[in-house]
């Protein structure tokens, strides 16, 4: 509904006014105040902020003309209509000047102020359509601007790009300096946007949410000055913490880069900002790290040694697998060892298995890829210690399987082999017969028995050839067909390769 203020000194006027008005059904309008003067006419637009004015121009006190002037002054935008009893030339001067979107004698009926009402109505509409298409191209602009810093931010540094930077105003003698905030605190870049606004002044910044990680935010300060190095520095750690008492609420760690020269140091900034999250303490509910600040050895909590003899345990007795995994876990102490610690102590049991999973044909994740962003926010080792024992424990079940079911495979290769040795026996042929690829049966024969398909078949078709050498009169030839080899030349040299004998070598020594 569009709502609308009358400005008349005459109250029977006033309610003349908006009798004809509410008669009025092509538009959805409403009365939202009475004054009988410019002066209240001005008190009341501060207070109910109306869509349309409605003003009479001869009044006591603040008569038309001046709230006119005042109106066109404070609100440019507001439409107003003009109703006078005078058809004076200062009058509707007047109204044009100040851009009335009409001018209306009294007395007048409901069609005519109608009339001005819809013409008050397209204005404010267009006005509507001008602000949104603004909004769009300025929210296009700055998207296009954002994707820009996000390519420079999560990608290596590419020359092409400096061009397009300083097209957006980032020049490539500023000097920047960047805020990783990291919390689970809703709206942080609205807030943090708000904080650079009342305390970054002669520094610019652009503040945005990462696209890759929901629970980060940056900050991205610049100055063109050198002078004004320092005070970005100073008013850096002045930002950050304003901004973490502004989420108290809820645990937050800050990393703020060193300042550096040009946007192609931006992606190096933001990797070290996030392996300064490697300090955290998880007891920690908020931090303020930065770049700069030295670095103490980190502790190692299993050496190489106990990981090895932990992996060794659970691959080959997987029934202790959850005491290893809850022994494992019980040593780490989050009041003492740090995340990056137990992340360095985890990825290190993760990888055996990984590596031993991939030796077995088992798939993988790369859980240790989200470690930090995943337990960051976690105040105790529960979390983790559920999902890491839960992955190794699935990896090593699917290891588990993946042996009995190519045991199983196996046998029925062996068998086939053993039963169908003499018939035109090819790889292809035996894996459609099996529904496995042919380079899964030929990977598992050469895994489990260390032979080739026509290793293994040529051995099961000697090994008969052999027997029928001894216990029968059959001629070569016929030895040769009953294996499966239809070429007796072929069979020969098979033959002499594997016992190095001749087929009737063997026969008179035997």
Not at 60 to 69: A, I, S, T, V
Not at 95 to 113: D, H, N
Not at 132 to 159: C, H, I, M, R, S
Not at 273 to 288: C, E, G, T
Request: glycine fraction near 4%; hydrophobic fraction near 35%.
């Amino acid at each position: 509904m569009y709502r609308y203020i009358i400005v008349d000194d005459e109250a029977i006027i006033r309610k003349g006014l908006i009798s004809k008005i509410k008669d009025i059904t092509s538009i959805d309008i409403g009365c939202v105040g009475e004054a009988a003067d410019g002066a209240e006419g001005l008190r009341l637009i501060e207070e109910v902020d109306p869509d349309i004015v409605i003003t009479d121009m001869k009044m006591r006190k603040m008569d038309g003309m001046e709230f006119l002037d005042r109106i066109s002054e404070s609100y440019p935008e507001k439409p107003i209509i003009v109703i006078s009893a005078h058809k004076a030339f200062s009058y509707v001067n007047k109204a044009i000047e100040k851009r009335a979107v009409g001018y209306v004698l009294k007395p007048f009926s409901t069609e005519e102020i109608e009339k001005q009402l819809k013409t008050a109505v397209g204005q404010i509409e267009q006005q509507k359509n001008l602000l949104q298409l603004k909004e769009k191209v300025a929210t296009y602009e700055q998207k296009k601007e954002w994707d820009l810093l996000f390519e420079v931010l999560l990608e290596p540094w590419n020359g092409l790009m400096e061009d397009k930077l300083a097209a957006k105003g980032f020049s490539g003698t500023d000097y920047y300096l960047l805020i990783s905030i990291n919390t689970m605190a809703q709206r942080c870049a609205s807030i943090t946007e708000q904080l650079c606004s009342e305390y970054l002044h002669q520094i610019h910044s652009v503040v945005l949410d990462n696209p890759v990680n929901k629970h980060q935010c940056l900050l991205l300060m610049s100055v063109k000055d050198e002078a004004l190095v320092n005070k970005m520095a100073v008013k850096a750690e002045h930002i950050s913490m304003h901004v973490q008492r502004a989420i108290a609420a809820v645990p937050a760690y800050l990393c703020i880069s060193e300042v550096f020269q040009g946007l192609q140091k931006l992606n190096r900034c933001y990797v070290s900002n996030d392996k300064l999250l490697r300090r955290i303490y998880l007891s920690d509910k908020a931090r303020i790290l930065h770049a700069g600040d030295p670095c103490k050895n980190e502790a190692v909590i299993y050496d190489e040694e106990y990981l090895k003899h932990s992996f060794i345990k659970m691959k080959y007795h997987k029934e202790t697998a959850a005491e290893v995994l809850k022994d494992f876990f019980g040593g780490i102490d989050i009041e003492k060892h740090t995340l990056g610690e137990i992340g360095d102590a985890c990825e290190g049991l993760v990888e055996a298995v990984n590596h031993y999973a991939v030796q077995k044909g088992v798939g993988t994740d790369d859980i240790m890829g989200v470690f930090y962003r995943r337990y960051l926010f976690c105040s105790s080792i529960e979390k983790m210690q559920k999902e890491i024992s839960g992955y190794i424990t699935l990896i090593l079940s699917s290891i588990e399987m993946q042996e009995n079911n190519q045991e199983n495979l196996l046998e029925q290769i062996e068998n086939h082999i053993k039963n169908n040795y003499h018939n035109k026996l090819t790889l292809q042929r035996l894996s459609e017969e099996l529904f496995v690829t042919p380079e899964y049966c030929s990977k598992l024969l050469k895994s489990k028995l260390n032979k080739s398909f026509n290793e293994y078949i040529s051995e099961i078709r000697i090994e008969r050839a052999r027997r029928l050498l001894r216990e029968t009169n059959l001629s070569v030839e016929t030895i040769s067909d009953e294996i499966g080899y239809s070429n007796p030349k072929y069979f020969f040299k098979i033959f002499k390769k594997l016992t190095n004998y001749s087929p009737m070598e063997y026969r008179n020594k035997g």
